[in-house]
């Protein structure tokens, strides 16, 4: 199985200021098709995770530009330009280049 | 509009079958590219993908699990079924089903306990 590895556990951020969360991953998450298999999920409390990005980079209709996306192979990384309110919950990484798929442990991000 | 909603007992008692059946609406599974899965997440825990059914019927099983899973689907009522043999304490958590990556359902609690 391919192991998704995220860092930090959990950020406490001040609303206004960036936030930046790591996914590492066991191997490279770049398949034949030349396509990088590599989503973003937040999970908001008592909600089921929603797809933020897919495809390391692009973002869903309808989710806001302070997200953006980025990396390659194996190292990936999210960022949120200017964290708000409405942004807190835990966000997972998840690989679906190889079945089974595999999510990152989460990253519990908390307003200050 | 594509909507899922997962239904199945709340309470199970170890080594009993645990059976959750996921409905939906706005999609059909009756091409190959079409899909139903189901995910879980044990409390406070992160996410464990179980299983897929493909709308060509083709299945495909998370190893860890596998000798414990079957997935069906029934086209005419849009619904999958996940069963789950042998359930244990551990399997204890939420069980969601989702369409492709982007649609989930709400999920369902389903606890193991004597």
């Known amino acids: 199985d391919v192991v998704m590895t995220q860092t930090p556990v959990s950020l406490s951020v001040t609303p206004g200021q960036p936030a930046s969360i790591s996914c590492k991953s066991s191997q490279s998450l770049l398949h034949s098709d030349g396509k990088t298999y590599l989503y973003w999920y937040l999970q908001k409390p008592g909600q089921p995770p929603q797809l933020l990005i897919y495809e390391v980079s692009t973002r869903l209709a309808g989710v806001p530009d302070r997200f953006s996306g980025s990396g390659s192979g194996t190292d990936f990384t999210l960022k949120i330009s200017r964290v708000e309110a409405e942004d807190l919950g835990v966000y997972y990484c998840m690989q679906s280049v190889q079945l089974p798929l595999t999510f990152g442990g989460g990253t519990k991000v908390e307003i200050k | 509009q594509i909507t899922l909603k997962e239904s199945g007992p709340p309470l199970v008692k170890p080594t009993q079958t645990l059976t959750l059946t996921c409905t939906f609406s706005g999609f059909s599974v009756t091409t190959s590219e079409a899909s139903v899965g189901w995910i879980r997440q044990s409390p406070g825990k992160a996410l464990e993908w179980i299983g897929i059914i493909y709308g060509d019927d083709d299945k495909v099983y998370n190893p860890s699990l596998e000798s414990r899973l079957t997935i069906t689907k029934d086209t005419s009522k849009n619904q999958v079924v996940l069963t789950m043999t042998n359930m244990a304490p551990a399997d204890t958590g939420t069980y969601y089903c989702?369409?492709?990556?982007?649609?989930w359902g709400q999920g369902t609690l389903v606890t193991v306990s004597s």
């Open positions: 989702a369409h492709g990556l982007d649609y």
